[in-house]
Every structure is written in structure tokens, then in C-alpha cells.
């Protein structure tokens, strides 16, 4: 398994989902209420415009460090 490979998958999936669940809590009027532990976990996200490319940014990292790390783990189980 090509670790750069699945790292990018993951970081663009990881992208696209922070930035789906803002926009989705948005168009549903649900944005506003307590925080939340993304809010806490992520410095700047929130759900609003501005928040949701801030979440993109973060969840691309951060599933792809995870995605590269699961990669390097399974080719090393694999051997």
C-alpha cells in the first residue's frame, strides 16, 4: 500500500468532511448552540463560512497524518 497515496486520500476526506458537516449545520439552522468538542479540539473552527475552510485545513492534516501512520502500520503487519 502506497502510504503517500492512502495519506492524501485520507486528507482529502478529511477535508471534505469538516467542511460538509459546518456547511451542512448551517443550512439546517443547527450552527448555533454550546461548543462542541470540535470546536475545542480544532483552534478556529466553528461552524460558519469562515470556520469551515479553517476545519478543511485541519481535517486534511490531521487524517492524513493518521491515514500515513494506519499505511505505515499495515505495510509493516504485512511483512
Known amino acids: 500500500m502506497s502510504i503517500r497515496a ?5 486528507g482529502i476526506f478529511g477535508a471534505v468532511t469538516m467542511f460538509s458537516l459546518a456547511w451542512w449545520l448551517i443550512l439546517t439552522g443547527n450552527a448555533e448552540g454550546p461548543t462542541t468538542l470540535f470546536e475545542r479540539v480544532y483552534i478556529g473552527y466553528s461552524f460558519t463560512p469562515i470556520g469551515s475552510i479553517i476545519g478543511a485545513i485541519w481535517g486534511f492534516f490531521d487524517f492524513a497524518i493518521a491515514g500515513a501512520i494506519f499505511a505505515w502500520l499495515y505495510n509493516k503487519i504485512k511483512k
Open 6 to 10: 492512502f495519506a492524501l486520500t485520507t
